[in-house]
Structure formats: structure tokens, C-alpha cells
């Protein structure tokens, strides 16, 4: 299917739009719960204690492998994490921080 110029500058705007909600969607809050999410190979016990070292607790684990659910200020945690190999996102409300089978 070819697109005329204005269907591609339509679909390229509406890309667009879409990219910038998830990016909002996801983007960490300056501060409160945030989960933290290896890319790196990063295991949990050495996302905690980063996270701890930042003055960071532990909320739960996360729905990802190996991610954790901490609450938190994004400065403080943001550098340390990132050489680490771990992305910080926002931590939706549902489904995140599980301890002992709840959901906390």
C-alpha cells in the first residue's frame, strides 16, 4: 500500500503523538514508587542495595523478571542505577509491589 504525502505526514504525526504518551506513561515520577528494571544483567540483591545506598525502601518486587518496586526520589537514584544497567520507569499502581502474595 502506497501512502500519498499527506497519509505519510498523518501516520508520521500520529506515531508520534502515540511515542510521546508512552513516553509520558512511563517516565518516572521526581519522587514515590519506582520500578527499577535490569537491562544489564543486574540481580535483584545488587539492584537493592543500590537502591538502599540512594536512601531507597523496598516496596515489593516488580512484574518483570528481577525488577523491584522501591519508593523513592528519581536524583538520587537515577545515576547509580543507569551505570548499573537498570532503567527506572514509573511504577503502576496495579500489579506492582508484591510481598508474601499480596499486592501491596
Known amino acids: 500500500m502506497i501512502l500519498n504525502p499527506v497519509g505519510r505526514s498523518l501516520s508520521w504525526q500520529i506515531g508520534l503523538a502515540l511515542g510521546a504518551l508512552a513516553i509520558l506513561a512511563f517516565m518516572p515520577p521526581p519522587s514515590g514508587r519506582l520500578l527499577l528494571v535490569p537491562v ?3 540481580s535483584q ?4 542495595g543500590i537502591a538502599i545506598a540512594a536512601d531507597a525502601r523496598l516496596v515489593g518486587t516488580g512484574p518483570l523478571p528481577e525488577s523491584l518496586v522501591v519508593e ?4 538520587a537514584l537515577l545515576s547509580p542505577l543507569l551505570e548499573a544497567g537498570v532503567i527506572l ?3 503502576p499502581a496495579a500489579g506492582c ?7 501491596a
Request: proline residues 0%; neutral net charge.
Open 40 to 42: 544489564g544483567g543486574a
Open 45 to 48: 540483591a545488587d539492584i537493592l
Open 72 to 75: 523513592g526520589t528519581r536524583e
Open 89 to 91: 520507569l514509573a511504577a
Open 97 to 103: 509491589g508484591v510481598i508474601a502474595g499480596r499486592v
